[in-house]
C-alpha cells in the first residue's frame, strides 16, 4: 500500500456536534511525563475529534488544566509517586463504554501498581484501542493482555519497544523490520505501527510503508502526538488500519511543515502539533 492509495479525510455534516463527531478517552501521563498527556489530547483535537477527555493522575489535574484549555481533564486516583492507581481500573473500564477510540500509555510509569493496571486494563477497554509507551513496556513479551481484547487495537512501538515486545534484540528488529512487524500483528491480533525511517503499519496481512516525515522528528514528545491523531481518526469513523496509516502520514506531514520553519535541529514535538491543521489542509488538495 502506498501514500497515494490513502482515503479520503472524514467530512462533517452540516449540522454536526461534538459528540457525532469522536469521542476520545486519552489515559496518560505521571509526575514528571504531563506532557505526554497533553501533546496527545490535543494532537486529538488538532486530529478532529469533537470532545477529548484526559484521565490524568489527580496530583497532576491542575497542571492539565492549566495546558489544555479545550480538553476534558478527568482526575483519577493516583500514587504517592504521581502515577496511576490501581484504584481507577473500573472507572476507566466503564468510561471506555463512552469512547469512540481510546489511547492508554504515553507518559505512564509501568512500576508497581501502576503496571499491573495497565495490564489488567488492555483487555477490559470497551472500545477501539491504541497502547503507546507506558502500556507497551508493561506488557513486555506477554501478549496474552492483547489477544484476549475484542475490540480492535492498534500498537504504536519504536524499534526498542519492539524489541520488548518479541524478545529479539534491537538490530534483530533493524534488520528485519518489515517481518518482524507482520508476524506480532499476526499473533496479537493487532495492527502494529513500527515507527522509524519509513514507518512500517500493517495487519500481518496488507502493508503500508510511510515515506512523509523527518529525521527532525526524533524529539520527545513526537510519538505522543502520533498516538492522538491515530486515535483522533479511529474516533471518527476511519476504518482502524486506515486511520493508522493515515494517521502515520498526516503526522509525517506535519513534521515535514515544521521543518520548513524550524529546521530539523530545533524541531520540537508541540511544532509538528501546530502544523497539524495545514497538513490537513494540504492533504486535502
Same mark, same amino acid.
Given at each position: 500500500?502506498?501514500?497515494?492509495?490513502? /482515503?479520503?479525510?472524514?467530512?462533517?455534516?452540516?449540522?454536526?456536534? !461534538?459528540?457525532?463527531?469522536?469521542?476520545?478517552?486519552?489515559?496518560?501521563?505521571?509526575?514528571?511525563?504531563?506532557?505526554?498527556g497533553?501533546?496527545?489530547?490535543?494532537?486529538?483535537?488538532?486530529?478532529?475529534?469533537?470532545l477529548?477527555?484526559w484521565?490524568?493522575?489527580?496530583?497532576?489535574?491542575?497542571?492539565?488544566?492549566?495546558?489544555?484549555?479545550?480538553?476534558?481533564?478527568w482526575?483519577?486516583?493516583? +500514587?504517592?509517586?504521581?502515577?496511576?492507581?490501581?484504584?481507577?481500573?473500573?472507572?476507566?473500564?466503564?468510561?471506555?463504554?463512552?469512547?469512540?477510540?481510546?489511547?492508554?500509555?504515553? @507518559?505512564?510509569?509501568?512500576?508497581?501498581?501502576?503496571?499491573?493496571? /495497565?495490564?489488567?486494563?488492555?483487555?477490559?477497554?470497551?472500545?477501539?484501542l491504541?497502547?503507546?509507551?507506558?502500556? /507497551?513496556?508493561?506488557? @513486555?513479551?506477554?501478549?496474552?493482555?492483547?489477544t484476549?481484547?475484542?475490540?480492535p487495537t492498534?500498537? +504504536?512501538?519504536?524499534v526498542g519497544?519492539?524489541?520488548?515486545? +518479541?524478545?529479539?534484540?534491537?538490530? #534483530?528488529?533493524?534488520?528485519?523490520?518489515?517481518?518482524?512487524?507482520?508476524?506480532?500483528?499476526?499473533?496479537?491480533?493487532?495492527?502494529?505501527?513500527? !515507527? @522509524?525511517?519509513? +514507518?512500517?503499519v500493517? #495487519?500481518g496481512?496488507?502493508?503500508?510503508?510511510?515515506?512523509?516525515?523527518?529525521?527532525?522528528?526524533?524529539t520527545? @514528545?513526537?510519538?505522543d502526538?502520533?498516538?492522538?491523531?491515530?486515535?483522533?481518526?479511529?474516533?471518527?469513523?476511519?476504518?482502524?488500519?486506515?486511520?493508522?496509516c493515515?494517521?502515520?502520514?498526516?503526522?509525517?506531514?506535519a513534521?515535514?511543515?515544521?521543518?520548513?520553519?524550524?529546521g530539523?535541529?530545533?524541531?520540537?514535538?508541540?511544532d509538528?502539533?501546530?502544523?497539524?491543521?495545514?497538513?490537513?489542509?494540504?492533504?486535502?488538495?
Amino acid at each position: 500500500m502506498s501514500n497515494s492509495e490513502l /482515503l479520503e479525510l472524514p467530512e462533517r455534516d452540516n449540522d454536526a456536534h !461534538k459528540v457525532a463527531v469522536g469521542r476520545t478517552l486519552i489515559i496518560a501521563g505521571s509526575r514528571g511525563m504531563t506532557g505526554a498527556g497533553v501533546l496527545s489530547s490535543m494532537a486529538a483535537l488538532r486530529g478532529g475529534a469533537g470532545l477529548v477527555t484526559w484521565a490524568v493522575p489527580a496530583v497532576l489535574a491542575d497542571i492539565a488544566e492549566i495546558k489544555c484549555t479545550e480538553v476534558i481533564t478527568w482526575p483519577i486516583p493516583s +500514587t504517592e509517586s504521581g502515577q496511576a492507581s490501581i484504584d481507577s481500573r473500573d472507572h476507566l473500564s466503564e468510561a471506555s463504554h463512552e469512547s469512540d477510540a481510546v489511547v492508554l500509555g504515553p @507518559g505512564m510509569g509501568v512500576t508497581g501498581e501502576t503496571g499491573e493496571l /495497565l495490564r489488567l486494563l488492555i483487555p477490559e477497554i470497551h472500545a477501539p484501542l491504541l497502547l503507546d509507551a507506558g502500556a /507497551l513496556t508493561a506488557i @513486555g513479551t506477554n501478549i496474552k493482555p492483547i489477544t484476549k481484547r475484542r475490540h480492535p487495537t492498534v500498537l +504504536t512501538p519504536h524499534v526498542g519497544e519492539m524489541a520488548r515486545l +518479541t524478545g529479539l534484540k534491537n538490530d #534483530d528488529v533493524c534488520h528485519n523490520k518489515e517481518n518482524v512487524a507482520k508476524d506480532y500483528a499476526k499473533k496479537s491480533r493487532a495492527i502494529v505501527l513500527l !515507527k @522509524g525511517k519509513k +514507518t512500517i503499519v500493517t #495487519d500481518g496481512e496488507k502493508i503500508y510503508f510511510n515515506n512523509s516525515g523527518n529525521p527532525g522528528m526524533a524529539t520527545a @514528545g513526537s510519538g505522543d502526538v502520533l498516538s492522538g491523531l491515530i486515535v483522533s481518526l479511529m474516533a471518527q469513523g476511519v476504518d482502524i488500519f486506515s486511520a493508522t496509516c493515515l494517521g502515520a502520514y498526516l503526522h509525517g506531514k506535519a513534521g515535514d511543515i515544521a521543518k520548513k520553519k524550524f529546521g530539523e535541529h530545533g524541531l520540537i514535538a508541540s511544532d509538528i502539533l501546530d502544523a497539524i491543521p495545514e497538513a490537513y489542509l494540504k492533504y486535502r488538495k
